[in-house]
């Protein structure tokens, strides 16, 4: 088997505050092989957002990686010095956030920031990087790109800035793609164009992409395999057709079933109680045990490791005992 | 034979005046510019029922929930709740009256609580503001009744918004609604801020309200799958116009319009069936310069000339309607 892109083991990352240190993520441990995407699911405050800010060495102080490795193609990067990070960011990593604007400055022609970023990373002439920079766009599904090269960011739609994003993300041809809510922005219609853009041009390049959403429907279409995370930890990770329609963690069981559905008919929804914890408040052995209508002495006292479950690995004490998941 | 229903809104259209400074277009020679948000919306809310408009953004639904409700005068046309018209300007004494019967629930529960009031005074607000309420006493038991109503405790009127998780600051924005005794609540988009499992408990909560209490429903949304779950008709807008308008369950067996079929097909498949998809190509036009003609004709797979010539009416058959030439001449 060839080694994965990128590995991430035993991965925790905590912030220092005065009273005592929060642990945000902790322990996640997953590959992504080349040409493979891994979607990274979860709600608001699981983690999933700072798993990708560790990757790419761009977590906010006080926050830092306090245990742990991540290597991209076998070479450890989460001790690389601040320096050599920023050479690995951008030539093999390519980074995409959710709101287009934020990413580029406003106040340069979108064709100069490709430019700058091709020839920061490839040794082309002026020129040369200009085609290539149309090249890009075109491929992006910006129509008329040499034309509109020369236009600045506020000129642009919110669709067609996903679009110069995702092609200044690609540009220096990165191993690695880490994809923060790319489409949460973007209405439907437009989030089903840069969803199918993403794909094909991850697909064509051999990128492997860590797609980071909370929107379920997102991860159907586009991910390989999915991990889902709570309060910090990874409850579920395994192929996305196993976790989407036969999820085995109770946490994913109730999250599939209170989303709406234009297949399903207009029942009451499935609905998990409470809420997801606080930092500085995560239970006791399992941190979804409050939540679970399953659990039992075992949850409440030891917290479970992500156990192989058919083709998935599932963090949870019933599933443990009885591989086939939880009967709902 | 139904009742005369609750709301009806006929014809109703916005225009904003998005021109730049009188100097500036003396100067640069350009003319005033307007924009049509909303042109000739009709609808009818019955009782305990649930309309949903949905649409992407600029397509004016967020302007049609606030004319309903009266936040913002229309350009023309009329909002009719229980027979009195909300902009007449001489029905005001029962226009105030109306006042009480309608609520608004709003997107964003972090900014629609006043951070600096406690729970319980911002519940007690429009009990007081009407005077629903004959003593201290009897406002105090009537907050901490619509906080259990809604899923939290009495005790809670002591805190402030802050010390709550988003989908609580929807619960308190919905007692707040409530606690007017209305028939009629305008929902803008009112979980799109929240996390997928408290946007269930919100929208179970909502449904059960209506059960108990017989409530009718303007729900806005842009998320299909959202509207499907809560509305018995849906009102698909594209750039300020109903293009399609059906009972909910007969609009997704068969979407008409190419717009509302092509909406469905770009829905993120959770089934996974791998169905076909057809992309919506383009994006949404410029509502200051729309398109002539049907606004969606430059996305639409099925145009024709007509589309590209006349705004198409919204026509009705077998209890539904669509405004499509296509649908009409019988092409789709």
């Known amino acids: 088997m060839s080694e994965p892109v990128l590995s991430v083991r035993n991965l925790k990352v905590a912030f220092p505050t005065r009273r005592r240190t929060l642990t945000a993520v902790d322990d996640v441990s997953f590959d992504i092989a080349a040409g493979e995407v891994l979607g990274v699911v979860g709600e608001s405050g699981a983690g999933k957002s700072l798993t990708g800010a560790a990757v790419i060495g761009l977590l906010e102080p006080p926050g830092r990686i306090v245990g742990g490795e991540v290597r991209l193609s076998g070479r450890r990067i989460d001790n690389l010095p601040a320096e050599e990070m920023r050479k690995l960011r951008g030539r093999r990593i390519g980074m995409v956030f959710q709101d287009p604007l934020t990413s580029l400055n406003p106040l340069y022609r979108i064709g100069d920031q490709l430019i700058e970023t091709i020839r920061t990373h490839a040794d082309v002439s002026e020129a040369q ?80 992409v860590m797609l980071v959403t909370h929107d379920m429907g997102v991860i159907a279409e586009t991910a390989d395999r999915v991990a889902v995370m709570y309060a910090g930890r990874i409850a579920e990770i395994g192929p996305v057709r196993d976790v989407v329609q036969r999820p085995r963690h109770p946490y994913t069981k109730g999250l599939m079933g209170a989303i709406p559905t234009i297949a399903g008919h207009s029942s009451r929804l499935v609905q998990i109680p409470g ?42 004490w019933l599933v443990a005992d009885n591989p086939a998941g939880v009967s709902a | 034979m139904k009742d005369a229903p609750l709301v009806e809104v006929s014809n109703l259209t916005r225009v904003f005046d998005v021109s730049k400074p009188w100097l500036n277009r003396v100067i640069e020679g350009e003319r005033k510019a307007y924009l049509k948000a909303v042109s000739g919306v009709s609808f009818a809310i019955g009782r305990r029922e649930t309309l949903a408009l949905v649409g992407e953004s600029g397509s004016g639904k967020s302007t049609v929930a606030r ?77 901490g009744e619509l906080l259990t ?21 929807q619960r308190i924005c919905i007692a707040r609604a409530l606690s007017s005794n209305p028939e009629f609540l305008v929902c803008d988009e009112p979980t799109s801020a929240l996390d997928v499992s408290v946007q269930a408990q919100i929208l179970n909560l909502m449904r059960d309200l209506q059960d108990r209490l017989g ?30 308008i059906a009972p909910s369950a007969e609009l997704f067996a068969g979407p008409r319009h190419p717009y509302t079929r092509l909406l469905m097909d770009a829905l993120p498949d959770l089934g996974m069936s791998g169905r076909p998809r057809r992309p919506i190509e383009g994006e949404i036009p410029n509502p200051i310069t729309p398109p002539p003609g049907c606004a969606f004709h430059p996305r639409c797979p099925w145009a024709f000339e007509p589309c590209r010539v006349d705004a198409p009416a919204l026509i009705e058959r077998d209890g539904r309607a669509a405004a499509c ?8």
């Open chain 1, 129 to 208: 990087a200009r085609e290539q920079a149309i090249a890009l766009l075109q491929e992006a599904g910006i129509q008329g790109a040499r034309a509109r090269i020369d236009s600045y960011p506020h000129e642009f739609s919110g669709g067609m800035r996903q679009r110069v994003v995702l092609a200044l993300a690609l540009c220096a041809e990165p191993d690695l793609l880490i994809a923060d809510e790319p489409t949460t922005a973007l209405d439907v219609s437009i989030q089903a164009q840069i969803i199918t853009l993403l794909k094909r041009l991850c697909r064509e390049r051999g990128t492997a």
């Open chain 2, 67 to 143: 004319m309903v409700v009266g936040l913002l005068p229309p350009t023309a046309g009329s909002v009719t709740i229980d027979g009195i018209d909300m902009w007449e300007a001489k029905r005001a004494a029962e226009r105030q009256k109306l006042r009480r019967r309608l609520q608004m629930i709003f997107q964003d529960p972090y900014a629609s609580l006043n951070p600096r009031w406690r729970v319980d005074r911002i519940i007690a607000d429009p009990i007081k503001a009407f005077g629903l309420a004959n003593s201290q006493r009897e406002v105090e038991a009537r907050v």
């Open chain 1, 275 to 316: 809420t997801m914890p606080r930092l500085d408040a995560i239970p006791k052995g399992c941190a979804f045990h409050p939540r679970c209508t399953y659990a039992f002495d075992r949850c409440r006292a030891e917290r479970p490791e992500p156990l192989p479950a058919g083709n998935s690995r599932v963090a949870c």
């Open chain 2, 149 to 169: 109503l809604v899923g939290l405790a009495p005790a809670d009127g002591r805190k402030y918004p802050h010390e709550f998780s988003g989908g609580q600051r």
């Open chain 2, 215 to 244: 409530l009718s429903y303007l729900f806005i949304s842009h998320n299909l799958a959202v509207v499907r779950h809560m509305a018995t008709r849906i009102g698909v807008m594209y750039l300020g116009r109903i293009v399609e």
């Open chain 2, 325 to 332: 030439h296509a649908v009409a001449a019988g092409r789709i």
